[in-house]
């Protein structure tokens, strides 16, 4: 079965840097969609990055654009998000997503908090 394992969440200070990682496994990895979303409290699930198969092309979430990065690793079935310049305004559960014949499907979250 599908699984998405996030890990790499915790705290930092305004203006640090953490690198998420996602170990994904039980289907064919490097012809899907991976994405990055994320949710703080009281607020909907929010789209933060996308990275496409093989290619790679990514997407990003203006609100991110230019601190985040977005990557993954096919032969190791890996898609991570780098998070450079923090805002408190980034502190939220950070959740891994693939998108699989057409079907989502979610990791448990890692908890991202930036607070001094």
């Known amino acids: 079965q599908v699984q998405l394992v996030e890990s790499g969440g915790g705290l930092v200070q305004p203006g640090g840097s953490l690198r998420l990682s996602c170990a994904a496994s039980g289907f064919t990895f490097t012809t899907s969609i991976m994405y990055w979303y994320r949710q703080a409290p009281g607020k909907e699930r929010e789209f933060v990055a996308a990275?496409?198969?093989?290619?790679?092309?990514?997407n990003y979430a203006d609100s991110v654009k230019g601190r985040f990065t977005i990557s993954r690793d096919n032969a190791k079935g890996a898609v991570d998000l780098q998070m450079n310049s923090l805002k408190p305004e980034d502190t939220a559960l950070y959740y891994c997503?693939?998108?699989?014949?057409?079907?989502?499907?979610w990791g448990q979250g890692t908890q991202v908090t930036v607070s001094s």
């Open positions: 997503s693939a998108l699989v014949m057409l079907k989502r499907y």
């Open positions: 990275i496409v198969g093989q290619d790679p092309r990514t």
